[in-house]
């Protein structure tokens, strides 16, 4: 008998099937062992001693194969294929033999990057011994994150009241969250104006023109930076007698299809098209990976799922391929397969891409047997491996330039048609910052070079530039990728971290700091600069992969950094409270308190409250604010947030009355952030002496934060309702009413999704949305099932008032406390009975109404539910 030993149960019992009855496989359960969570578990003084400690669960799990052993000829330990998984392994081989089972008996080696059949059986073929630089590479991970975490953190606890603890990496990704918040209140929008004109031809149709130069010079994008300069533009193309083309030029160009997902290419696109947070994509793949039963027989679903490889194995791409040209045909077929490239530096961990290990299992086909999760994720993963293989996409890109009486001023259109769709039959990429798509899908009329045109309308336009965005989960984990921050496997568990210490919270899925977080990132900029930057960080991470590949020794490694590093931390211990204060205000002082661009003299330190205090920052138990030196007398404070400014050293809205933003170029009035008992709002100019005229007001819609409110935002709500275009003949607009922001066509009206913007939404959207209002509602999200008395479909749905079932014409709400993963079919059935019987609309089975006098909530059936799919997830993660 042969012993195999894995990481979780679920892969055990697939493995042993497919091994057959000569193998016995366990599994450990993830490590069986790891530092205790003390200080000296590290020892630098010692060479870098490790002490290990087995838990309880460990420690079963280790008796359980040093008792099989026994009987067993050889040890395969087939943990995963990665750094963490050689070290599960190294891990069980040294506490055996610590324990002395192994008694001389064979060890080797397994991996393979899927769960099926085939894959299982030819690694056993091919053992192989224990990498040890990958062990080394985890040794020297687990020290750092170790050293860091024990050395800094109490650091932190002694200066800086309300801190949690700081990390080696997530450190460093706070710094980038903190960054971006600061850049975006630092932001002041910029205004300037488009002039636009619609232009025709007597064999031609309509199209639109944008103002590229004016008075022979082109024009740069603050040119027209007002209306009277954007109007003076418009009289110059309106008193124009003549609009000729000058050239036509028509290009093709095409797209490539993206390669197969890494592990941080999947976590990004999970992010932007399914909604998934990093950690929830990794949970979901891991079930994918794992597998489900297929004809009586458990398969692995998807390969590995921690790689930065992007290349696919020769009969996976010819199984695409294949695929391919039997459902799309030879059209979107290429010449030649795609061979894609990893940029990882270390080919150890450049395994193969994330795909579907047969691609013959459609995504329709599994989906009756994978939650709803796993079948969106599981579609997504199919779909961009095998469009990683099809054909280019086309387009015809044209321009036109248009000369305005000779040359006193020129205009150009644009317009970019898609003439073969390629791989976007299948899949396109989603984006995270969309760009500006003016043009594409947009087709130019046939033009020719000295053709008349004549003019229909001019068109000025105002914009403001616009802050750089927070960071997204995607955005963050592209941003880390590409400074070489970390590696793509540990970010999920890095931005949960930051999320548990209440550094960062997620809003309208964007991350903000907390204030507590700014203080760390703050603090750790002041005293430990080196060890917060990005190059510094990624040239760690170099050195990491280096010991993966055999190239440096991991002792030496932790040396270096360990000399430094404690050296900086020495320096820390004679600080006192008030030291760090004043660095972290001094630091601070020039963000928080900018200098007023109209008003220099003005001090922006004075309280506004006692007009002799002067402000700066202050640390309590929860973390920074902002309060006055002249405390206790004097106890103003505010939060720890850049003010905007108003020339009177204002403090936020809701605190000491309303915040001015800026003036509105058109009127000249007073742009001002308020807090009313609804709520915050903007209000443009004061309310004058006849108290039946108000000024204009609109309300802050849901989950917009008003410290992030500035004048480009509060102009764009006063502008609302919005003209997005037209559709069929009718204006869509977007706007914010009585039930929040909304899209509206005619008489159709759709609320706009919470974690949509009502001041950017386009057409599109805008269009799909409305689309769902006239089909009777928000689209399914998902089918339970058919209703037994009728065979007609349950499906559920999110509403303007939260999610709720359907059956028919019959809605019935979710409970509160019933999420909508947790909502089965037969809680959603009981749930639709008792919304009849409200309605008076249907009997009840004398079954059901035994089960109503249990349960009168209409509770039991989903409770039940939601109870038995913990308890499985209890077992399935364990």
Known sequence: MHLVVVESPAKAKTIERYLGGDYRVLASYGHVRDLPPKDGSVRPDEDFAMDWSVDDRGDKR?????????????????????????????????????????????????????????????????????????????????????????????????????????????????????????????????????????????????????????????????????????????????????????????????????????????????????GFGATRTMRVAQKLYEGIEVSGETVGLITYMRTDG???????????????????????????????KTKAKNAQEAHEAIRPTDLQRLPKEVRGQLGDDEARLYDLIWTRALASQMQSAEFDQMTADIDVDGSSARLRATGSVQVFDGFLTLYQEGRDDPEDEDGEGKRLPPLTKGQDLNRKAVTPQQHFTQPPPRFSEASLVKRMEELGIGRPSTYASILQVLQDRDYVRLEKKRFLPEDRGRIVTAFLTAFFRRYVEYDFTASLEEDLDRISAGDSRYKEVLLRFWQAFNQAVEETKELRISDVIDALDEDLGPHFFPTDSENPDRDPRLCPACGTGRLGLRLGKTGGF????????????????????????????????????????????????????????????????????????TSLPKGMAPDSVDLAAALGLLALPRALGSHEGAEVTAGIGRYGPYVRKANTYKSIPADEDVLTIGLNRAVDLLAQAKGGGAAALKTLGDHPSDSKPVTLHEGRYGPYVKHGRLNASLPKDLGIDEIDLAGAVELLVKQAEKKGGGKKAPAKKAATKKAPSGKTSAKKATASKAKTKKTADA
């Open 62 to 274: 280790i008796k359980e194969i040093a008792r099989e052993l026994k009987s067993a000829q050889q040890l395969y330990l087939a943990t995963d294929p990665d750094r963490e998984g050689e070290a599960i392994s190294w891990h069980i081989i040294e506490e055996l033999n610590r324990r002395r089972a192994l008694n001389g008996k064979p060890v080797k080696r397994v991996v393979f990057n899927e769960i099926t059949k085939r894959a299982v059986q030819d690694a056993f073929k091919h053992p192989r011994d224990l990498d040890r630089p990958l062990v080394e590479a985890y040794l020297a991970r687990r020290a750092l994150d170790y050293l860091v975490g024990f050395t800094l953190s109490p650091v932190l606890w002694r200066k800086l009241p309300g801190s949690r603890s700081a990390g080696r990496v997530q450190s460093v990704a706070l710094r980038l969250i903190c960054e971006r918040e600061a850049e975006i209140e630092a932001f002041r929008a910029q205004e300037y104006w488009t002039v636009t004109a619609t232009l025709d031809a007597l064999e031609t149709a309509a199209f639109d023109a944008r103002l590229t130069h004016l008075q022979g010079s082109k024009l740069d994008k603050f040119d027209l930076n007002s209306e009277a300069k954007a109007q003076e533009a418009v009289a110059l193309l309106e008193s124009a007698g003549r609009f000729t083309v000058a050239s036509v030029e028509t290009k093709r160009s095409k797209r490539n299809p993206q390669p197969p997902f890494t592990t941080s290419t999947l976590q990004q696109e999970a992010s932007r098209k399914l």
């Open 310 to 340: 992007v290349g696919m194995s020769n009969e996976a791409i010819t199984a695409a391929r294949e695929l391919i040209a039997g459902r799309y045909g030879d059209r979107y077929l290429p010449d030649q397969a795609r061979i894609y």
């Open 626 to 697: 902002i309060g006055c030196s002249n405390y206790p007398e004097c106890r103003f404070t505010r939060a720890l947030a850049v003010q905007a400014e108003d020339g009177n050293g204002g403090a936020a809205a809701g605190e000491a009355g309303p915040r001015r933003l800026g003036e509105d170029p058109q009127s000249g009035q007073e742009v001002s952030l308020r807090k009313g008992p609804y709520g915050h709002y903007v209000q443009l100019g004061e309310q004058g002496e006849d108290k039946s005229v108000k000024p204009k007001r």
